[in-house]
């Protein structure tokens, strides 16, 4: 019906302009008390009207476009049909792949600069935080908004530590991801068995209170000030700074005879990283074939179903939100090391979307995705800093249009299985 | 005196700042009534009503109008307008897709989609929060001069009469009118109301314009009460709402009302009988509480789970 599909498409243009126009046409400018109006420039005017009449246009031949393109996506997919591979070839190939990237990761930063060393340290700590966090909200599929605070934990843990005893990293690193499992395992144990969105809102709560609190007991945390001179991790008790800061301690590039430089602490605080992200990996990978971890994803799929056959909900939901925490444990004192210092401006409920975003990106579940989605949300806005006040506006974006077209994610999760051999 | 004066003042603010989070959390409370669903960006679409109101009386003041019942009339009607076709944007864009998968579907979508619209009006007008001038100015004061002075400004009146006005027209709206009527039906049982020729979708889209339209108003009045407005602001008001709306028991609207009340008298007497700074931490407790041990709230019903 070409007038209805017209009126449609009017009324669409409109609420464009409508929505488009005053916000981004229209700025406010503070001028001292006084507040004053101006235009914008002409092209964020002309983008705005363009921006109506696409609308307009694709909301007129609608049902043209829609179906063109569906016919060129059937045609692109029939092309590429292919046998699919026998999944224990599959298997074996993949793991050679994955064994060979980490090798790759392990001699990488000796020739590279110190930035990049640095950049990728960060990148492999969001790995950890996403792998946590899939087993959570991918596997077991319960939203954790709060996520960050479990991060928040662990990086306080070990500043604490260090602050008020002078525990080392080594001590501090299984006793963060503890005390961040406690955490995940005390707030877990009252609100799982809240329905899915309910939960999503609890733990947003929580994260928004460890995070207040944090903020406001000033005399154990320093409040917004934060907790600086952290410690850096010792390799067997040698230090990676040019002079020895603790008795008994000797100094790396002393005790082998080189020359002191910058790079060998962050290259070594990389390999700890690229180490305990591998950790994580193969322990979740673990997980995922056990037991537990067909339960988790029994009681994501169907939870009458699943409880109906016997499984404890409490003791499921419970071993998934307390695995993540303490991932999250993890991730969180290797990120208060890297910086040296932290506040809890690093813990806002942004980064928990950022997180979820990876995992929501790369594919719920699926390992592999979610370390190449954090790789490439932590690395992009990096490549392309004259776009970074962007970042967030795609993000945004983007988990709105992963739900909508693709919601399994980039890369989705194959299922574990086992095939017979095909009996000749 | 003096102490009951102080109580009555937090009582006061409390009821203001309350009555205008029954606004917001009528947004909350009407959809997820009707499809289920945490909209989890409403408190942006309340942040764009702020930012509208204030360019619309901005521009009112370039072009030299003064008198105000015109300029805040001008203005609520603009942020109602632009903030109602951001609610039926925001639902055709991002939510009308992914009905009816998964639950936590939609709820990413809606996170998603609440980080653009952040982002969206951080990139168009600055981060930096912009003074909100406050136009209805002076009031009334009890108590002896020298001691505590109990206030109670014209502002406070004049959001608790929109309120009452908003609300009124609103349980009128819904019980009176064609497509309140449709709203009861489509809460009730939406595959049957679909069955007896109501069209879902065009109700759908209504329930979240007048919860973006009654969000505008909101942000007009908590923007003058404030005094400033920034991109972040609609977070943590629309985080409170929605507190509100669970409060009262979600799907309710008397309870969204009574909700919002309860948690602006709870936060203002936590920041006058404590300190200011434990307020969040106090509702948001509030929330984890309600939901722990009485998810359905105060006036909500029960939901009975099929297998």
Redesign the interface.
Known sequence: MPAQNFKHALFCAV??L??AY???G?????QG?N???TGADTFTIVSVFLAAVVVFLFQLFRDNIMGSLQGALSGLSSGSQKEPMAENKRAKIESWVLTGIVVLALFWPFFVSRGAVDLATLVLIYVMLALGLNVV?GLA?L?D?GYVAFYAVGAYTFALLSQYTGISFWVSLPLGALLAALFGLVLGF??LR?????L???T???G??IR??L??WTSLTGGPNGIGGIPDPTLFGMEFGRRVKEEGNTSFHETFGIAYSGEHKVIFLYLIALVLAVFTALVIRRFMRMPVGRAWEALREDE?AARSLGLSRTAVKLSAFTIGAFFAGFAGTVFASKQGFISPESFV??ES?II??IV?LGGMGSQIGVVLAAIAVTILPELAREFS??R??V??????L???WR?QGLMPMRRIHIELNKQD | MQDLLYFFQQLINGLTIGSTYALIAIGYTMVYGIIG??NFAHGEIYM?GA??A??AI??LA?LGIAWLPLVLLVALV?AM??SS??G??VER??YR??RG?????????A???????????H????S?N??F?SLIQGGFTFGSEGSFQMSLSYMQITIFITTLICMTALSLFISRSRIGRACRAVSQDLGMANLLGIDTNRIISATFVIGAALAAVAGLLLGMYYGSIDPLFG?IAG?KA?TAA?LGGIGSIPGAMLGGLILGVAESMTSGYLSG??K??VS??L??LI??FK?TGLLGKPEV?K?
């Open positions: 609420i464009t409508i929505i005053p916000i981004l229209l700025n406010l400018e503070a008390i507040v004053t109006l909200v599929g939203l908004l009252p609100v809240l329905r899915g969105d309910y999503a809102i609890v947003l709560g929580f928004e209170i207040i609190l903020n406001n009458i409920f942004l979307a979820l975003a929501v006040e962007y967030m506006l993000f945004g974006a983007a988990m709105v992963m739900m909508v919601p | 669903m945490i764009i930012y509208t204030l360019i901005t521009g370039t603009c307008i632009v076709s951001m039926w944007a864009v991002a897709p992914v998968r998964h639950r936590l579907i939609p709820l990413i979508s996170i998603g989609m609440s980080i653009f619209l952040q982002n969206y009006v990139l168009a007008q600055g930096r912009i003074g001038p977070f985080l929605f669970v700074e434990y969040d931490v948001f407790g929330l984890i939901l722990l998810p789970e297998i």
